[in-house]
Each structure stands twice: as C-alpha cells, then as structure tokens.
C-alpha cells in the first residue's frame, strides 16, 4: 500500500512478511467469574470484528448487572483468603502468570493485532513485553509494601472496579490487575466492547497458573456493563481509562459514596521542538509520537510546537519520514501503521480532518495510493497553518493526524503548550540541559518526556492533571492507588 521507496534512482519494496502464527480463537466466550468461563445471566453476546478485515472474530458474553453482581459476589467471597495470604505467596501467583505471558506472547501478540488492528511490531515488541514486566514488577512490591509506605501498616481496599479502553487492551489490563492483586485486593475487570479477547486469554491463563477463583473476575460487555460495574455497591475502589466525558460521568455517580477512585483519561499533549535539537532525532520522536499504533494513544504528541526559525527544515524532513511510513495488515511486520480500531473511531478521525481542512488548515498527506477496500484505514497526515483556536487543535482526535504550530520564545511555547484543558503529557527537544529542567517544571502535564517520547516503565509512575483525570499507575504511587494507610503519613 506504501509506494516503494526509491534510493538513488532505484526502486526497492520490502517483500511481505506475514506472522505465520495463528492463535487459537473459540468461536464464542463466556464470562470469567469465580475461575471459570460462565454463561451471562440473560444469555445475549456480541461480536467482536478485525478491524483490518471486518470479519467476526469471535462472539463475546455481554454482562449486565446481574453478572456484575455474581463477580463482585465471587471476588468478595475470594477477598478473605487473597488478602491474608502469605505476601510472598501473592508474589508467586503475579511471578507466575508474568512467565506464562511470556511464554505465551507471540500468540497474544497476534491476538492484539487481530482484535484491535495494531501492527504486530508494537503489539509483539511493547505491548506484550511490558504487560509481563508489569506483572513482574508488582510481584516484587507484594511483600513489600510496608517498606514502600514506612510507618503506615498497609491493607487492601478490597474489590476494584477497572474498566480499560480499547488502544492497550492486555496492556491497560496488566496496569489494572496487577497492583491490585500484589497489594491483597480482588478485581472485577471490563474490557472494551471492541478488544475483549486478549484480557479473556488473559483468564486463560489465570486458570493455568491455579490463581484461586473469584481473585480476578471479567466481565465483558459495552458501556452499560461498565457502568454496572461503577453502579455497583460492593465496590471499594474504581480505576478507569478512558475518555474524559465518561470519566466525568463516573465522578459524578460516585460523588457521595466513601469509594477510591482513579481516572486516566484523554489528552492533547503538547511536543516541543527548539531549534537547539538534534532535528533527526526530534523527526522520530515526533513519529513516534503521533504515530504509534495509529495514534490511538492517550498521550499522543498531537500538537506539535516547532521553534519558528526551523519549521520549514522540521516539516520537509518529517515529510520524508511519513513518506516511509507503511500502512497496512496489521500482521505484516514491516508495516508501521496497522487498522483504526472501529468504523465509529474512523468516522470521527475522518470528520475531525475534515473540520480542519473546512476551518482553512493545510493538510499533508503525502501517500496517495490506495488503501484496501476492506477494514478501517486512515493515512499518517498533518496539518500546517493550525491556530490555537481550531478544532484540531483543540479536541483530542485519537487517530495518526498532527497538528503542526510554531513559536517563537521558550514562553511562548510553554503558554501555548498549556492553553488546553487536558494535562497527560508531554514532549521537549533541546541540546540544553538546563532548559530541559526549566522549561519541564512549567508544563502542566503528568508526565514530561524529554528528548524521546512515550516510553513507559512500570516502575514510572504514569497519569494526568486538569481534564485528563487523576491517580497514578505504575510505581510506588501506583501502590498507593489500591491501599488504605493506617497508622503513618505516606
Ligand atoms: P470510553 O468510551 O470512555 O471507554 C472506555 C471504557 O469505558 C470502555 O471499556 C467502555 O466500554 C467503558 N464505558 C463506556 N461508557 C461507560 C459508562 N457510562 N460507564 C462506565 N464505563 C463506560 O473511551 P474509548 O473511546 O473506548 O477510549 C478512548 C479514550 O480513552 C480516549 O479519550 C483516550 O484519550 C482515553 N485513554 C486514556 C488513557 C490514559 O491513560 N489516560 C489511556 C487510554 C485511553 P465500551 O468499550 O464497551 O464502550
Ligand atoms: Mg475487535
């Protein structure tokens, strides 16, 4: 689908290079609730589709409230038991299903790749290696966790709402379960409607690894099934990933109840070039950012502010890049930019490009050649002549489109960078040392990436500020999240 890139005069492709491996995909799914797959209540399911190919993948339970009640009943019926566990035995239980994920991760790549249409490179080089790290991880805080918050005598919450969005299914699971269960709670988890079959394979192997019943409960299902979850009674805390409009609908239903709550929610994250950068290095950091897995991505790099002096050297070599960028099957490993995830998240990529070409912005896209009739495509663009006052500069898009802007001063950048609701992150280029620290402490966002971008690492605390939520995960605050503390300041 990419033309081929031509090297001193001649023209060259990548030959295909399909993954040849197909994991094992059951015609249908239940819910996972007290260790086994069960029947919903009122017996409905739905489908979920490769968004590369539009053909059904599998047919998956829908939960209502009566299967959210079942799992909060079995994950508090398990909470005793897991909480007053030996820490190190919890610590085996997270070290053992870490193994089994990386031993089973080629086949759960692929299964990523297939359900929600990422290409294999990332699904099989980043989602996968770090769902297992994050399980690794939190088994080595299990029976540590009264060093982690000196003085405080730590106990569980209990039972945990989490519900995850589409864009890092077994991922966002990973982030969600593990700290959970590595601090004594259980977990009742609902995955996106559109990417279910990973989290489920996931409870395959909780099976495998003999975790005990009831500790992590799935139940699958759309919006309604989420907030049944939120709804829900039992509930000692709700974690939630997702947009900020939901976000706000589930602060607001739990507004007067005693329950823990953490948000992570959208973002229009600010990257920041000076003309001090090393601009080659800038160019992949800036792909990176908006690019990676189709820019369906919380914390996008979607505006790009380039230091005035510079753009037009900036935007002729990032235009050379995105030229190389292949879109395609996920499942080629040479290709770079993989299917949108569902025609509704298509449609509003395409409305929103089109609102800025109709609000007078320049579109570049420079690969015309044609994209498969099946499945949901969108190219790698981006706009020049954007105002902080357009649409796409404003509103989060979630798809591979950036928004290229300029500035003149380190003030105007920072001021500009942090003229929006949302703060999850954000990116700045520069030789300088010093105006990294400086400029970094002035941008209003969770997390400050510089001189790369969206690098993760369970150990690193990870969340927003202002409109893109709040609460941590990952690291010590991450712990924080699922404790009560008694008995000390932590
Ligand atoms: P979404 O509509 O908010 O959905 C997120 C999850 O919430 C899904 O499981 C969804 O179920 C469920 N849900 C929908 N309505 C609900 C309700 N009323 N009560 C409880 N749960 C409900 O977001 P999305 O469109 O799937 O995901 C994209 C958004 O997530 C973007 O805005 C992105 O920025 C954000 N995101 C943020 C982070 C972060 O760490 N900050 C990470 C990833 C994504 P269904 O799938 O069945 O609708
Ligand atoms: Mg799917």
Redesign the pocket.
């Known amino acids: 689908m990419t033309s081929a890139p031509s090297i001193d005069g001649f023209n060259w492709d990548y030959a295909p290079a399909p993954e040849r491996t197909r994991p094992d995909i059951a015609s249908e799914y239940g819910l996972f609730i007290d260790g086994e797959f069960v029947e919903p209540v009122a017996g409905k399911s739905f489908k979920t589709v490769n968004p590369a190919t539009g053909r059904k993948l599998a047919m998956i339970a829908q939960g209502d409230e009566a299967d959210v009640d079942r799992a909060v009943k079995a994950a508090r019926a398990a909470g005793g038991r897991w909480s007053r566990l030996k820490p190190t035995e919890r610590a085996k239980y997270l070290f053992r299903i870490a193994r089994r994920l990386q031993e089973c991760a080629r086949e759960l790549a692929v299964l990523e790749s297939m359900d929600g249409g990422k290409p294999i490179r990332e699904s099989r080089d980043i989602d996968l290696p770090l769902a297992a790290q994050h399980f690794f991880y939190h088994a080595g805080w299990a029976d540590k966790l009264h060093w982690a918050f000196a003085g405080c005598q730590p106990k569980p919450l209990g039972v945990c709402g989490q ?6 299914p077994l991922l ?1 699971a990973a982030w969600k379960i593990a700290p959970a269960l590595a601090c004594g709670n259980t977990v009742v988890l ?5 990417t279910p079959l990973t989290a489920l394979h996931l409870a395959k192997l909780f099976q495998e690894v003999e975790l005990p019943p009831g500790v992590v409960n799935i139940v699958t ?7 049944a ?2 709804e829900h009674p039992g509930m000692k805390k709700i974690a ?8 706000r ?2 602060m607001h239903a739990l507004a007067d109840r005693d329950i823990s709550l953490t948000l ?4 229009k994250s600010p990257n920041i070039v000076f003309a001090d950068a090393a601009i080659d290095q800038a160019v992949e950091g800036v792909v990176q950012g908006i690019w990676f897995n189709q820019g ?4 996008a790099g979607s505006r790009l502010f380039v230091e005035e002096c510079i753009v037009d050297e900036f935007v002729a070599a990032l235009r050379e890049r995105m030229a190389k960028l292949r879109v395609g099957d996920p499942l080629d490993k040479n290709t770079d930019i993989g299917a949108i995830n569902s025609t509704e ?1 298509l449609s509003r990529i395409q409305s929103l490009v089109e609102q800025g070409q109709q609000e007078g912005c320049i579109l570049h896209e420079v690969n015309d050649e044609a994209l498969p009739r099946r499945g949901n495509w969108h190219r790698p663009c981006f706009f020049t002549g954007v105002e902080a006052a357009h649409t796409i500069a404003r509103e ?1 898009i ?1 798809g591979p489109v950036l928004a290229i802007m300029t500035f003149r001063t380190p003030e105007e950048a920072i001021r500009r960078a942090n003229s929006t609701p949302y703060g ?1 992150a954000a990116g700045v280029w520069t030789d300088k040392g010093s105006k990294v620290f400086n400029i970094a402490a002035q941008l209003e966002a969770g997390v400050v990436w510089c001189n790369t971008y969206n690098r993760f690492d369970a150990a690193s605390p ?3 500020c202002k409109a ?2 709040f609460g941590r ?1 990952g690291g010590r605050h991450g712990l924080r999240a699922y404790l009560k503390l008694a008995g000390g300041v932590a």
Do not use: D, R, Y
């Open positions: 519900i995850i969005p589409w864009n890092f966002m609902k995955p996106a409607e559109t299902g759309a919006g309604e099934t989420g907030a979850v939120v939630f990933t997702g947009s900020t409009q939901v976000g609908h589930i992570e929610l959208g973002g369906h991505v919380c914390c998240q989060e979630f999850l990870f969340g927003g893109s939520g995960e």
